[in-house]
């Protein structure tokens, strides 16, 4: 298992013209984006095979999503996106999400999100595979001993 799944991950992103308005800043909805390539990419790091999941009838759709935009990422911005698992259960599981500037750690776009697992003929809700919940109980874990922890 990755690092990925405990230490944070982050994924970089350029901002191309394709992102942008006529004035040079990002487009609302390609933050959700650069989102699901951090959540994708997070999964595939850690080692869980998005492929097999397909052969094996799973996908897995966003059910919720909460937003808030604090500030505009603009043409050739170097962002990072943030994939943090924080919960899961059943058939769902919730990231936390940020994407920042890379130049100055600013953030621009926070989100929780909802991810459920269903399956890919049905669209019905399927259980999470179980080396999925084996990393997610991993991360979730991780996460509460840190949280816990005294800071330094």
Known sequence: MSNAAIDGFEWPVRVYIEDTD???IVFHARYLHYMERARTEWVRQCGVALRAG?????SY???????????PARLDDELRVS???MAFGRVWM???QVVYRASDRKRLCEA???VACVALDSGRP?????NLRDLL?????ALKTQQASPQE
């Open 126 to 130: 399927r259980r999470l595979p179980d």
């Open 61 to 71: 759709v966003v059910q919720r999503m909460n937003l808030h935009y604090a500030a």
């Open 54 to 58: 397909l052969a094996d009838n799973i």
């Open 137 to 141: 109980d991993h991360h979730v874990q």
């Open 83 to 85: 994939a943090n698992p």
């Open 22 to 24: 006529a004035g040079g």
């Open 94 to 96: 919730d990231f936390r």
């Open 112 to 114: 929780d999100v909802r």
